[in-house]
């Protein structure tokens, strides 16, 4: 149903993760738990958030995650 969710933290991913990086892993998080590729009509809104709201914690963790000999932070929180 859908692909791996890569790695988006450095060493692994060379540079930082873009904002479209992380809703895409998002939307891969939530297609996966729901089992919905695609949500019908009536579940559409609650999908979204769910994709926002991962978005958001992910680039929370990313921003705050240090790497050995790298400073924590480092990329803008995704809005």
Known sequence: MCRSIKTLRP???PEEAT??????AALQY????????APAAHN???FERAV???????AELLD???????AAGGRAAAS
């Open 11 to 13: 060493p692994v991913l």
């Open 52 to 58: 926002e709201a991962i978005a958001e914690a992910t």
């Open 19 to 24: 904002e479209e990086d992380i809703r895409a």
């Open 64 to 70: 705050g995650l240090e790497v050995r000999g790298q």
């Open 30 to 37: 939530v297609r996966k738990v729901s089992g919905f590729r």
């Open 44 to 46: 559409r809104e609650v």
